[in-house]
């Protein structure tokens, strides 16, 4: 049987619409750059040929995210969840998790999870962008219990999400795995063979 993955990509948070069309008019065009390709973008396919079900989650409103309105697209996955299911979230994807499993994950979505997989996380303000709906208590009294299930992915020389971030983490979850790297940046590469490595041995357990 395929193993379950449920997989969330890069947003960002606006705290009202005045700083959301600010950032639009600074957003730059041009009709020839080429697409950039990320590993995140190409895992579902890798995936599926390596014996995983994937389901990519596309949530509204990227780049002026809200809270309630992610949460309704998040819960439609969950008819399709089956055992040992592996969440994949990167960066301010964080957020979001934190906020969920920590307020809102009924103890069979919980027993459910047999990996969270966190890459370069944030937990505070960073870059501008805030926390805004997805502010969390930081206690995290149930993602605790799930805390030897997860494993974070981080590297030194991040710019975007500072390796204090992962600091702040370990003080938290000190028992969750961590894979530190020094010249990852964000992890914004086309290929992350350590991350496909770690799931395949997940797959051969």
Known sequence: MRK????????????NHKDYYEYLEKQEYDPYRESTKRWNRNLQETLWDNNF????????NRHFADYKAWKIVFEKVF???????IFIWHSLWWWFLLKYFNEEADKLLLDKVEKIILVAPAVKDILGDLIWTF???????????????IIIFSSKDDPVVPFSHTEDIQKSLSKSEYKIFENKWHFLQEEFPELIDYLNSLNNK
């Open 53 to 60: 079900e994937v389901f990519s989650l596309s949530m509204p």
């Open 79 to 85: 008819p399709y969840l089956k055992d040992k299911v």
């Open 4 to 15: 379950q993955i449920v997989l969330i990509r890069w947003w960002e948070v606006k705290e």
């Open 135 to 149: 502010k969390f208590d930081l206690n995290l009294n149930k993602v605790k219990k799930l805390e030897d299930k």
